[in-house]
């Protein structure tokens, strides 16, 4: 059960704020838009990501054994930051 609440603890507040959560808001503020529509085809839309990175998570584990995982993922993390930031700055 703690892995359970740990897991759900990180990705809620990681989802907190982010850009799927702001896309949402604006869909939901668009008064032609059914607020079911949204919170259904919102919902099925991170269900299937989060399958997604399952499966993925899954295959690196038994292939990229020698590859620190989690270096990996924080490399990402810096490379999608820095890729952020120079788009604000580009324009």
Do not use: C
Not at 28 to 38: F, G, N
Not at 52 to 81: D, N, S
């Amino acid at each position: 059960m703690s892995q359970l609440l740990a897991i759900f603890a990180t990705v809620f507040f990681a989802e907190l704020g982010d850009k799927t959560q702001l896309a949402t808001v604006l869909f939901a503020a668009d008064k032609e838009q059914s607020r079911w529509l949204i919170f259904f085809a919102a919902a099925g839309a991170l269900v299937l990501s989060t399958a997604i990175a399952v499966v993925l998570g899954t295959l690196a584990e038994k292939y990229l054994t020698a590859i620190p995982l989690k270096l990996i993922a924080g490399i990402g993390f810096v490379v999608i930051g820095a890729w952020t930031i120079w788009g604000h700055y580009q324009g």
